[in-house]
């Protein structure tokens, strides 16, 4: 395979990029434009150069497989490709389609003229993945376009349309017909008028603004803080880009590769690129191959209009997907109906959506008091209270109405899946859809396997993740499934702490400078701690008398502390603020709860807190790996990034832990074990991978 295909088109030499399936620009292709471009330059004939990719898109940039290995001894890296288009003397012109982003942006930007089909995206996403645009697009980019707007660009990683891109001036022409052919007739102009290529090098519409406007950086790098917080990228590309306005054109690309090399090898980019991968692993499932054929899911039905009901309603209508929403009585149901009313006007108000979408969305909602209704629905979501008896008494009658072949889903978020299942006389078609709240917001869809669930019906309500646009990851059957049994682990642990001598605002702040949006008390606070108190009272009884009990979050329900919604929880609230503010009412009722459990209270440590509250929610995770209840450690990943705000750039839980090491979490969590008993005893698969110096990475199921 030619990884540059060459055409001729009278004195115009097309050079089509050629390395299905995004035209990734590895060592071959590299090679080969670099080969290419020195012929037509040397050939009497070619007058000029346009540049397309062939099939799908332009390019979407570097190969990330090829990241930390080392290309073979005198591949050009992408800068010399770049360089060798911008400084030929003939003109170049990109033709572009589909996507030009990353590097593929930045060789479009070493051409000297940018042609795109309307449909066209185009950007520089490298920061998502906890790196820079490394091949002059941090330095290109700010002598063509607004310098504020190359600084979102970059730090945001955002793809933009070929419209925007082309107000911006990153695209020169929007091809009213074929791509190729505007271009071609471009490099044909170009060639005739004999002007000296346009490179972007000696441009300088950007960086002329910063020379007047020195704190410019600064100020741009203070409006950013909140979403690059705990990172070091989004800083290094605006570093970059102010090496571009201060520095020579050749001295900000060595800087530019200087800052790259750093990043690309830090722990960061590492985390990030797993996260990427991690998304994408998370599809395949073994027992279920791709192949394996999905049901049409074309219409729904959810059972229950509260909370959760009503979020998971909408995520089918935002989509187009027609649903029933069933509700015991008219009220309940005209309530939940006005709530997501009210949720859409709330989108709409702040011009995120248009009146006219969100009537639509409305009109595919249909509302009734009567099961039958569910009888046509490709898919049934049951999203009632979470009771057994409730679910079992609603799965005998989905069972009785619904048509053969649809999908019977349960939202539980606790209950056996499988008993649920046992009631239907198609066990095979019931499986859990377990969303998480709020239910039209988060991404992430833990479709819980059923021991009857057919290959059939697991591939389809994968897909439908997709379709909804959620990141769905197959998860089995147990108490919490995965994402909430490993939490319950970090709240035990959280709760003690604070018995033992912590205060809520202190592990709310180690917690957040970790890099989650917030702490557990904070957290609690926002959810309502009415929830969690009621579920306690319900389950006492199951406690072991010899377990370890924090009172403290049962006295603070006591008092009617409910958390903001009652202006008072683990913090007080001013009216109308819902900044947390520590409360010396809640100091003192701690202080004594330790007492009266004979707990005498210490300092701990801001490295304690961390370690005890994250060390045994991964303990947790090698659990649920060695109970097969995930399918690989990278999924357990996905779903604390996308369900519980686990930071990123630290890969995730058993991510993170893999670049500890597991033998110092094996040893500290021994030691937990031996200081505060057997809920924290080690996991036999953690134990067993420390001891073998492995990673969660490295296990196979
Ligand atoms: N709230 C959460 O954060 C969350 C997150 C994930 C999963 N879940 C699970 O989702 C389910 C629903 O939780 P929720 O928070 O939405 O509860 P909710 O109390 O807000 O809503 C339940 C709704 O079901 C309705 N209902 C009860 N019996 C019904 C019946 N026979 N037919 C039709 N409607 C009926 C009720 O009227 C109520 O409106 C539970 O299984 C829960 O565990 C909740």
């Known amino acids: 395979m030619n990884a540059v295909i ?4 009278g004195s115009v030499l097309i050079l089509k990029l050629n390395n299905p399936p995004v035209n990734g620009l590895g060592a071959a292709l590299r090679t080969a434009l670099v080969t ?34 080392t290309p073979p001894a005198g591949t050009p890296d992408l800068n010399d490709v770049i360089d060798s288009l911008e400084m030929s003397s003939k003109p170049v012109v990109s033709a572009i389609h589909g996507v030009a982003a990353g590097g593929g942006l930045e060789l479009a930007l070493g051409t000297h003229y940018r042609v795109a089909d309307p449909k066209t995206r185009v950007g520089l996403p490298e920061v998502t993945l906890g790196i820079l645009p490394g091949a002059g697009g941090t330095q290109r980019l700010p002598r063509l376009i607004d310098i504020n707007k190359a600084l979102d660009l970059i730090t945001s990683g955002r793809l ?49 603004a910063a020379k007047d406007n020195p704190s410019l950086f600064e100020d741009f790098a203070k409006t950013m803080a909140k979403a690059a917080r705990g990172m070091n990228a989004p800083y290094a590309c605006v570093r970059c880009v102010e090496a571009a306005a201060t520095m020579d054109f050749d001295a900000g690309l060595k800087y530019e590769r ?67 929403i069933i509700e015991t009585e008219q009220a309940a149901l005209d309530r939940g109906l006005e709530r997501i ?30 099961m039958r209704a569910i009888g046509d629905a490709d898919i049934v979501i049951e999203a009632v209270f979470e009771e057994m008896s409730v679910k079992k008494e609603i799965f005998a009658k989905i069972d009785a109405i619904a048509k053969p072949g649809a999908i019977l889903a349960t939202n539980t978020s606790t209950l056996d899946v499988d008993e649920i299942a046992a ?39 994968m897909k439908l993740g997709k379709t909804i646009n959620k990141v769905a990851v197959l998860v089995g059957v147990c108490d919490g499934f995965v994402g909430n049994r490993m939490l319950h682990q970090y709240g035990r642990e959280a709760n003690l702490l604070i018995e033992e001598g912590a205060l809520p605002q202190q592990v709310d702040k180690v917690i957040f400078d970790f890099g989650f949006p917030m702490g557990p008390f904070t957290m609690g606070d926002m959810a309502g701690l009415d929830i969690g108190w009621a579920v306690r009272k319900r389950k006492a009884a199951e406690r072991p008398s010899n377990q370890r009990y924090s009172a403290v979050a049962d006295r603070i329900c006591e ?48 490295e304690e807190v961390l370690k005890r509250c994250l060390y045994p929610l991964v303990n947790e995770g090698a659990k649920i790996l060695e109970e097969g209840l995930a399918i690989r450690s990278s999924d357990i990943d996905v779903i604390w990034v996308h369900g519980y705000g686990f930071p990123r750039y630290r890969g995730g839980p058993m991510f ?40 969660f990475s490295d296990f196979k199921g």
């Open 160 to 208: 933009i349309s070929a419209g925007e891109a082309n107000t911006l001036g990153i695209i020169d022409e929007i091809a009213d017909g074929d791509v190729l052919e505007a271009a071609v007739e471009a490099a044909e102009r170009l060639a005739t008028e004999g002007a000296t290529p346009r490179r972007s090098r000696d441009q300088s519409v950007g960086i002329a």
């Open 423 to 461: 009631v239907t006389k198609r066990p095979e078609d019931v499986v859990g859809t377990h969303f998480f709240s709020p239910a039209n917001v988060m991404r992430l869809l833990e479709n819980v396997c059923g021991a009857k669930s057919s290959p059939e019906t697991i591939a389809s309500v």
């Open 656 to 695: 993170w832990a893999d670049t500890i090491g597991l033998d110092e979490v094996h040893e500290t969590m021994r030691r937990y074990h031996a200081e505060h008993g057997e809920l924290m005893r080690p996991a036999n698969l953690l134990e067993k991978l420390a001891k073998e110096g492995k990673k």
């Open 341 to 370: 009313k009210g949720n859409y006007a709330n989108t709409v108000s702040k011009g995120r959506l248009t009146q006219d979408a969100m009537d639509k969305r409305m009109a595919l909602l249909t509302g009734a008091t009567d």
């Open 258 to 324: 200087e800052e790259f090399n750093k990043l690309v090898s830090a722990t960061e980019s590492a985390a990030m690129r797993h996260a990427f991968f991690a998304e994408r692993e998370v599809a395949k499932i073994p027992d279920v191959p791709a192949s394996t054929p999905t049901k049409d899911i074309t219409s729904a039905a959810i059972i229950g209009c509260g909370t959760m009901g009503g979020g998971i309603a909408m995520n089918f209508a935002n989509v187009g997907i027609p649903v029933t």
């Open 36 to 69: 290419a471009i020195k012929a037509g330059q040397a050939d009497n004939e070619i007058d000029a150069f346009v540049v397309s990719g062939e099939g799908r898109m332009y390019s979407a940039g570097a190969d990330i497989r090829e990241f930390g290995s």
């Open 6 to 9: 060459e055409e001729r088109r």
């Open 559 to 606: 008092q009617g502390r409910f958390g903001q919604k009652t202006g008072a929880g683990w913090y007080r609230y001013e009216a109308g603020n819902r900044t947390p503010i520590p409360d010396l009412e809640i100091e003192a009722l701690i202080v004594q709860a330790s007492k009266d459990a004979g707990i005498e209270r210490r300092e701990i440590s801001d």
